[in-house]
């Protein structure tokens, strides 16, 4: 990264509310999003979801009816939530719609509208006739939605590399901004239930249950959410405005779904992006957990953090708690809750911790508070080994 990035706008929807004031509220009170069991359709697993109240009556724009699927549904939510399309036009109109990037994550797409259809197909003997996979399902849709949605006609491209990937797409963004391909780029990442991630972690016993516990000793598991966030990315020009300072992205290459044992993937992922922001350890203030109240996840990543921070720990807490895991749009969901931290010095709980797990060696915050904050980092671990780490930094006054 030749200099610092800002972050211009931002926006989120998830299973907290629409936008910065309803977050803010529910992250500062210490009220979780999530609920029992999934009201939009039906799973046959009884368990807590961050689900997004009345994301199945968004009304997408005639213009853009090929796409309507809940994941495109969410995504035009927060689009179109405190004014992020407006600010993104504003660009537009200054650099030009070629001048501008989009770079966004999600790890099922919407793939539900398949599930939907062949359920149809099931008892029907025929898929109905208006579903178009190739504006819905196939990977690449999200990224086409948002492109038209905002006009934008720069480079555009979707990764998907499960948990980690709305944090990947930072990377994308420095590297084409570094190289001069574009002068703003919108990153972000959208994703929601579906029964092929409710029933595939729980055939990989991840599910838990009751309502998620990260970093508990009795942890047994995740809640999945749904989300969709983005933020509009920029050379650094304005001192009040948050910066990406840091970031790298890992690969275990040690197992399909498991993460390696020590956690030597994310922590390499977290001492190189401590490099490239030019900070020790000691000057991160808050470390954002990827936290995800599995066993073994939090484990490895504990081993990492005591590893690259030790002797002293920042203040650091895992935010699953309120959200969920929102799989794909995780790593875009945490990095907005560290640009709020920053902008409101506060440090969100770690939820629903009753017995702290002393094999951890950590110590998270257990009530929201206020805080002295310079410098955060947020870490995104996906399947595969796939290590993503951003800092975020606000300038000292």
């Known amino acids: 990264m030749k200099k610092p990035i800002q972050i211009s706008a931002s926006t989120l929807v998830s299973s907290l509310g629409k936008g910065r004031i309803a977050h803010l509220e529910k992250l500062k009170k210490a009220q979780t999003g999530l609920t029992q069991d999934v009201l939009s359709f039906k799973t046959k697993l009884s368990a807590y979801y961050g689900e997004v109240a009345h994301c199945d009556q968004v009304q997408i724009p005639d213009y853009l009816s090929d796409f309507d699927c809940r994941n495109h549904q969410l995504a035009w939510l927060a689009l179109t939530t405190d004014n992020f399309n407006q600010a993104v036009q504003k660009v537009i109109k200054k650099r030009g719609a070629q001048r501008i990037g989009l770079a966004v994550g999600t790890s099922t797409s919407g793939i539900l509208s398949t599930e939907e259809v062949l359920a149809y197909k099931a008892q029907h003997g025929h898929f109905y006739s208006d579903y178009n996979y190739e504006k819905t399902h196939r990977m690449d849709a999200l990224a086409e939605f948002c492109a038209q949605a905002l006009a934008i006609e720069g480079p555009r491209l979707i990764i998907s590399t499960a948990c980690s990937s709305s944090a990947k797409v930072f ?210 671990f996906g399947f595969g080994g796939n290590n993503a780490c951003l800092i975020f930094s606000k300038e000292s006054q």
């Open 171 to 380: 990377a994308t963004a420095s590297r084409w901004l570094d190289a001069d391909l574009v002068d703003a780029v919108v990153v972000g990442g959208v994703d929601t239930l579906c029964l092929t991630t409710i029933h595939g972690f729980n055939s990989l016993k991840l599910i838990s249950s009751e309502i998620t516990k990260p970093l508990d000793q009795n942890r047994n598991g995740i809640n999945i959410g749904e989300a969709g966030g983005f933020m509009l990315l920029e050379p650094a020009q304005e001192p009040d405005k948050i910066q990406l300072t840091g970031f790298s992205e890992t690969s275990d290459a040690y197992h399909i779904s498991t993460p390696h044992p020590d956690g030597e993937g994310a922590k390499q992922a977290m001492l190189n992006a401590l490099k490239m922001a030019q900070l020790k350890p000691h000057q991160i203030n808050y470390l954002n957990l990827h936290g995800t109240g599995t066993p073994s996840n939090d484990l490895a990543e504990a081993k990492a953090v005591n590893a690259v921070f030790n002797p002293t720990l920042p203040l650091h807490s895992s935010t699953k708690g309120f959200t969920g895991h929102t799989l794909g749009a995780a790593g875009i969901t945490e990095a907005i809750f560290c640009q709020w931290a920053l902008e409101q010095q506060f440090v969100p709980a770690n939820l629903n911790l009753q017995q702290l797990d002393p094999a951890l060696m950590l110590n998270p915050v257990t009530q929201t508070t206020p805080a002295l904050l310079q410098h955060c980092l947020t870490n995104s």
